[in-house]
């Protein structure tokens, strides 16, 4: 079965940092591009970044530009997203997610055929 699993969720002050990390199980991703996306309460799902399985390619949101960083060593390793300066309104549950290279635009939602259950992000004022 395969398995994406977020961790590195937590509370942090606004202007603080934390790490996400994305790994897989159950298959290697390794023509996968990657993305991360939020969802904040009342709100819909979110792109937040995604990186193609090369890694050559790499696409942020506008809200985040500047303050995260999104990276894979390999298609095999976890991917991860680093986070700085957060601010309140980046409080959500944050989701990676997995799509064929060949399939559509990176900020699209439904071009991912897999996802991981989440992890809770919380910034405090």
């Known amino acids: 079965q395969v398995q994406l699993v977020e961790s590195g969720g937590g509370l942090v002050q606004a202007g603080g940092s934390l790490r996400l990390s994305c790994a897989a199980s159950?298959?290697?991703?390794?023509?996968?591009?990657m993305g991360w996306f939020r969802q904040a309460p009342g709100k819909e799902r979110e792109f937040v970044a995604g990186?193609?399985?090369?890694?050559?390619?790499?696409y942020y949101a506008d809200s985040v530009k500047g303050r995260f960083t999104v990276s894979r060593d390999n298609a095999k390793t976890p991917v991860y997203l680093q986070m700085n300066s957060l601010k309140p309104e980046d409080t959500a549950v944050y989701y990676c997610?997995?799509?064929?290279?060949?399939?559509?635009?990176?900020?699209?939602?439904?071009?991912?055929?897999?996802w991981g259950q989440g992890t809770q992000v919380i910034v405090s004022s």
């Open positions: 159950g298959r290697t991703f390794s023509s996968y591009d």
């Open positions: 990186i193609t399985w090369s890694g050559v390619n790499i």
């Open positions: 997610a997995a799509k064929s290279t060949y399939i559509g635009s990176s900020y699209n939602a439904q071009n991912y055929g897999y």
